[in-house]
């Protein structure tokens, strides 16, 4: 048998398992997809408008507040009206936003609006997918499941900007980005299987989390305002390097990144498993902060075959130690309050992720040249690897033979944390989601 323990990639058995999910996989991936889209589109359209770094920056950080928002009040709205109607009112909403944007033009305030509109409808269509494949997935299976689910949906990500930079003239683009949030509905609008009950967890605030596990709140804001701020604004420095090909070597800059950040998650992850979470924490972010810093240079000497190396360098270091966070944590926590501490540490991640953008984009303004970006990721994963050693080094580690198995933690919604196959799971009476059709909903019914 092939693939990382615990996961079945052949027999009635796995096949049984993953049939239940492969159609919210490839909804959530087409979505993945359709937010890494929008976030090249933005930034190459507002540069092409003349638009400023910063301003740049803040939409970005008015899309992730809209995207924090839409993480805490999801679970409320999946209540009133069902998971299937809720995804399908926030695709619409979601590729609604992106065809206007072409009639914002220069003006911040419409992209702002519009961009926040969309982070609500894309963490609400999140929550929805994620909370659905909770319930759906047999505990037993639930880390196999979840490792599938980061790794297929990731490709999303790493395939739409590639798209988008064949259409990005005209209002192409605008419309790819809409027709892949409408895709990503018709896999759970077509569907006739039964929906859950919501599975979200409530998180803890901030002084909890600071009190339990200081070091993974740090790792988190950084990470929220670190790999948040790439996401959004590397464009604006793939443009600095590629300026007659800004699009397609943006398309590969991502790539490149992603690409690094799911060869470099296992290892470290793994790794964590035998040393102290935190000085793990500090060696990959000393390893981004390192790649950051390479990268800022690279504006000077434009090489952009060792500015992929770097790229993929960062991601491996970078977007790998948020899930070594949410382990650390994890640890700490008596077996009933995991969850609920890995929301509140996808809260802070959350928070970090408005904050970082309005930085990020400060940093571009006033280094010319694009560097600014990951000079502003390098400082910060210094900092953080300071930290995190620093708190290694003043008290002492959970013991080995007491600590959860390291598992993936994507960074998307509350649902994630039900997910995790840490966390005490909720038995459900979910049924096979192919297993017959789904039965009239309360409002359904009375229409």
């Keep these: 048998m092939l693939g990382r323990p615990g996961l079945v990639l052949s027999g009635h058995g796995g096949f049984a398992v993953y049939r239940n999910i492969l159609v919210l996989v490839a909804a959530l991936t087409l979505l993945q997809g359709a937010m890494a889209a929008l976030a090249m589109v933005m930034s190459l359209k507002l540069l092409a408008n003349g638009v400023a770094e910063t301003g740049i920056g803040l939409v970005a950080s008015a899309y992730s507040a809209g995207f924090l928002g839409g993480t805490l009040i999801a679970p409320h709205e999946i209540r009133r009206i ?18 206007m944007l072409p009639i914002a033009g220069r003006e911040i305030v419409i992209w702002s609006l519009l961009l926040a509109l969309a982070g609500v409808g894309a963490a609400g269509m999140l929550t929805a997918g994620e909370s659905w494949i909770a319930n759906a997935a047999p505990p037993q299976q639930r880390g196999a ?26 209002l192409g683009a605008f419309m790819v980005v809409a027709g892949l949030f409408v895709a990503a509905l018709l896999p759970v609008a077509a569907t006739n299987r039964s929906q859950p009950e919501l599975v979200a967890a409530k998180p803890f605030g901030p002084r909890r989390l600071l009190s339990l596990a200081p070091a993974s709140v740090f790792a988190a804001l950084c990470a929220g305002a670190v790999n948040n ?43 964590s498993d035998r040393l102290d979470r935190r000085i ?15 990268l800022a240079l690279t504006t000077a000497i434009n090489i952009p075959f060792l500015t992929l190396l770097l790229a993929a360098l960062f991601g491996a270091g970078s977007l790998s130690y948020y899930a070594v966070a949410v382990a650390n944590a994890a640890d700490r926590a008596a077996p009933e309050e995991i969850t609920s501490m890995m929301a509140g540490i996808l809260v802070i991640w959350g928070i970090g992720s408005v904050i970082g953008p309005l930085i990020a984009g400060a940093f571009l303004q006033l280094l010319p040249g694009g560097g600014g970006l990951f000079l502003f990721a390098g400082l910060a994963l210094a900092g953080l690897a300071v930290a995190c050693l620093s708190r290694a080094a003043i008290s002492a580690p959970v013991p080995t033979d007491a600590r959860e198995p390291f598992s993936v933690s994507p960074a998307t919604s509350l649902a994630i944390a039900e997910f995790d196959p840490r966390g005490e799971p909720e038995q459900s009476d979910q049924p096979d989601l192919f297993a017959g059709p789904m039965p009239a909903s309360p409002q359904e019914t009375a229409s």
């Design 280 to 294: 793990v924490i500090a060696a990959a972010a000393a390893i981004g902060a390192g790649a950051a810093i390479g």
């Design 145 to 170: 499941i979840l490792g599938f689910y980061h790794m297929v949906s990731k490709t999303g990500a790493i395939a739409a900007p590639f798209v988008v930079a064949a259409a990005l003239s005209g």
């Design 82 to 99: 069902g998971h299937i109607r809720t995804f399908t009112l926030l695709a619409g909403i979601c590729a609604l936003a992106a065809l």
């Design 229 to 271: 701020s790439v996401a959004q604004l590397y464009p604006v420095f793939a443009t600095s390097i590629r300026p007659d090909d800004a699009a397609a070597f943006s398309a590969q800059l991502n790539g490149a990144i992603l690409a690094g950040a799911m060869v470099g998650l296992w290892p470290i992850g793994l790794l």
